[in-house]
């Protein structure tokens, strides 16, 4: 049986995992290298690519950078969170507010110093990386479109500091033969920034109650639950753009299986929407978006498969 103080450490330590969404950590973490490996650096054999130290340091920091930011949008939606996450929040502050700060300053320290071995280039694009998500948290999020905007663009920058530590790999001459190359990471990424960004406006929707006590300026509180609808419905038939683009005009592979399932997904997800006036509803919501974007992480591996097993191959031999 725990003592009284190891149940109390226990539960500080669940209540801090709750903060920095824990659960979402390793995700991260593998669409970082699942990305490299089919989509980043196709060329390159997976084994080189998980032994790489530097990219390990890079996706490192990008976790944890990433786990700061969810502290500091947990110290300034504390009063909000009270409203629309009142479970979560109870849990959440069993770790006081000094504590936090403190476990955020230190995993920006290391996420800094992990970059600045890799080069002054990742130290100086993971500084940026973390003001921002500091600005955000503190100003950007209450004011609408443009906070959604942001909040979409942070979730994809991870993928852009990986992206940079390859390309910063290759020639000049290099280049110009990966233009095509370079079409494709594009149009996964509009893909998934579109996702996110619709991901956004729909906890708007769900948020709205305690956005309001807030006064927080978001789309439906200004213009309305109708106008944030017309807009996610506009969006997602943008995803067609991005699609279209990776399934008929470039080869993904098996992964077109994923963008048209999405398809058909994004279908009912409409029809469903614009019934939906309740926070239950709004979450369900939420929740079919994270599957789609948890889901094309793994499906990642469907656009050439035997760079898996190739590299799995490789492993064994080791």
Known sequence: MLSRQNKILAMKIISLFSVIRGYNIPI???????SAIFILAPEKRALDIILDFNLFLIVFASAITIASGYIINNFYDSQKDLINRPNKSM???LVSQKTKL???FTLNFIAALMALIVSWRAFLFFSAYIFLIWFYSHKVKKYPLIGNLMAALLAVLPFFAILLYFYNQISFDDLENQR???AVISAHAVFLFVLLLIREMIKDLENLKGDLVNNYKT???IYGERTSKKIITFLTFLTIVPVYILIEIYDVGYMDIYFYTCFIVLI???LYLWKSNSKTQFLLLHNVLKFLIVSG???IVLINPSVLWHGKTLLLKI
């Open 268 to 270: 009912f997800f409409l």
């Open 91 to 93: 849990l959440d502050r």
């Open 28 to 34: 991260i973490v593998i669409a970082q290298y699942l």
């Open 180 to 182: 095509g190359h370079f």
């Open 102 to 104: 403190s476990v955020y």
């Open 297 to 299: 992480v793994f499906c």
């Open 219 to 221: 789309i439906p509180i």
